[in-house]
């Protein structure tokens, strides 16, 4: 018989609170009343809206009435997209799947929005079932929420969340609980209304639901362009999104990365440096790899979670393969040491003319030595790179860096994250807000 894990979704998979805040706010505006201070907006979480809004506003019922549907108008279109998950969430999620759990959602917040948040995250493939209140329920009781999420044969059964409610509800319905530090509760709260087991983080909730048990696998993320097409904004935008939804990154990059090879990155953009050999800047450039790949990369993606690194081997292959002219085949017999076979599972191309990219890149800062080079040594690299987009094109997901940094940033989001749940097995049914 399946073990049952039930969530609570606010506060325990997702945090709401910006998209919650800003409908309350909405809401208060709209109605000609104050808006709610800090202390005030955090109370909204949790509990039902009509009785926040009488509660903690003074509303009569009426009033109540309409602050709902007036907040419920902004939530839908933009609010439920307010939010983020908990870094660690979909590995437990994923573990869990992965032990065989029967795991369902019991919230507060009404059915529809929550099965839009988590099919929008990507989660729902990681979900059996999904139980919260309908629009026009006023309060929904936790008990009965936690009831229907239960599947009808059970031996062992859990309820995960942040507040009393919670945990309270768990207890009603013959459940344990969990109560979770990390959302809008305090222990101090949860152990009153009496968990049986207290979790202040992510981490410690997944020792306790799979003792013992190994992360999943990882992904190594590369990013890779010319100088001057936006590579390090659109790292950082991609970042943000990642952990957005859920996925825990660390961010490195070449040549660097790590104590050592940060000290040949040194070495290597030094302007005091032009004296350097071809041959000395490629086996220099394939020793900070080789470091930066023992030191970060194989730990973090072993640890199951997402390496991203700007750039890596392709940039050796385009630079010293093609723009030194050292023959893309020499280059990676000198990086075979460095990397033992380890490719990136997914690279991010930014596509964009090497004189445009260079034009945007003398106008943004002083040039390191590499930046120096001139006109030709930057239309080998391209070529190099266009080569390589040619003999893998499975692994790159290609995007044209002229346009908006806006559009690129969302067009890579799209196409990143679709690869990722790939891996994972399930299929990403994207909604747009
Ligand atoms: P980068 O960090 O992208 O430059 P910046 O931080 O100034 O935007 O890359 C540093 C330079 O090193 C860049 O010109 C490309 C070059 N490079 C190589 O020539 N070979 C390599 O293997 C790597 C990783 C970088």
Redesign the pocket.
């Known amino acids: 018989m399946r073990r049952a894990v039930i969530f609570d979704l606010d506060g325990t998979l997702t945090q709401s609170e910006e998209g919650i805040y800003n409908c309350v706010r909405h809401a208060a505006e709209t109605m000609g009343y104050p808006v709610p201070d800090p202390e005030t907006l955090r109370r909204f979480i949790g509990p039902p809206l009509y009785y926040s809004f009488r509660k903690y506003m003074g509303m009569s019922d009426g009033q109540a009435d309409e602050a709902v549907r007036i907040y419920r108008e902004r939530y839908v279109k933009k609010g439920l997209f307010e939010n983020s998950v908990y870094p660690g969430i979909r590995r437990l999620l994923r573990m869990l799947k992965a032990r065989g759990d029967y795991v369902a959602v019991a919230t507060g917040k009404p059915q529809r929005p929550s099965e839009r948040i988590l099919r929008y995250f990507g989660l729902s493939a990681y979900i059996d079932r999904i139980v919260g209140p309908s629009e026009d329920v006023k309060s929904a009781d936790k008990e009965s929420l936690i009831r229907r999420a239960l599947p009808a044969d059970h031996e062992e059964a859990w309820m995960v969340g942040d507040r009393k409610f919670d945990v309270k509800g768990a207890r009603h319905a013959g459940v344990r609980s969990i109560g979770v530090g990390y959302g809008y509760g305090s222990e101090a709260e949860l152990r009153e209304a009496g968990c049986d087991a207290y979790a202040p983080d992510v981490e410690s909730l997944i020792q306790m639901l799979c003792p013992g048990m190994s992360a999943p696998h990882g992904t190594f993320l590369s990013m890779e362009g010319l100088?001057g097409s936006g590579?390090?904004t659109q790292l950082r935008a991609l970042v943000e999104t990642l952990h957005r939804f859920g996925y825990e990154v660390v961010e490195t990059?070449?040549?660097?990365g790590c104590r050592i090879s940060e000290k040949i990155?040194e070495l290597?953009?030094s302007r005091e440096n032009v004296g350097m050999t071809e041959e000395t800047?490629?086996l220099l450039?394939?020793a900070?790899?080789a470091q930066h790949v023992h030191d970060t990369i194989l730990p973090v993606v072993e640890s199951g979670r997402i390496c991203l690194s700007?750039?890596?081997?392709d940039?050796?292959?385009?630079?010293?393969g093609g723009?030194r002219e050292l023959g893309v085949q020499e280059v990676m017999d000198i990086n075979a040491h460095a990397v033992h076979g380890l490719r990136p599972d997914i690279t991010v191309f930014l596509e964009l003319p090497h004189d445009v990219a260079l034009r945007r890149?003398y106008g943004a800062s002083e040039p390191?030595r590499?930046?120096m080079e001139g006109d030709a040594f930057h239309a080998r690299v391209e070529q190099a790179y266009r080569e390589m987009l040619r003999r893998e094109p499975e692994r790159f997901v290609v995007v044209d860096a002229s346009e908006s940094a806006e559009t690129i940033s969302q067009k890579i989001a799209d196409r990143v994250l679709t690869r990722l749940m790939e891996r994972e097995g399930i299929q990403w049914e994207k909604e747009l807000s």
């Open positions: 100088d590579k390090s990059r070449e040549p660097g990155r290597l953009l800047e490629a450039y394939a900070s790899r700007d750039r890596f081997l940039s050796s292959v385009a630079y010293q723009g890149r390191d590499m930046e």
